[in-house]
């Protein structure tokens, strides 16, 4: 199974909305370039964290799914 970079989002106001994902695709793109920008997105509530205050990795991998 391969890997594809993906992003989850909390967007201001609740929407992830075309013009707010490809703003954020540039500012990706500019600072780290074209293959760093996500291929999928997701908008949540929060990110998902452990009880160390680190995001929790495995359950943001279970919301692309």
């Known amino acids: 199974m ?4 993906a992003a989850l989002v909390v967007p201001r106001g ?3 909305t075309n013009e707010l ?3 954020l695709s540039d500012l990706v793109r500019d600072r780290h ?3 760093a920008v996500p291929k999928h997105w997701r908008a ?3 990110i998902p964290m452990l ?3 680190k995001p ?3 359950t943001a ?3 692309f799914r």
């Open 2 to 5: 391969g890997q594809v970079v």
């Open 44 to 46: 949540v509530g929060e």
């Open 51 to 53: 009880a160390t205050g």
């Open 21 to 23: 994902r490809a703003e």
């Open 33 to 35: 370039g074209s293959p």
């Open 61 to 63: 991998v279970q919301s």
């Open 14 to 16: 609740g929407a992830l």
């Open 56 to 58: 929790d990795r495995q």
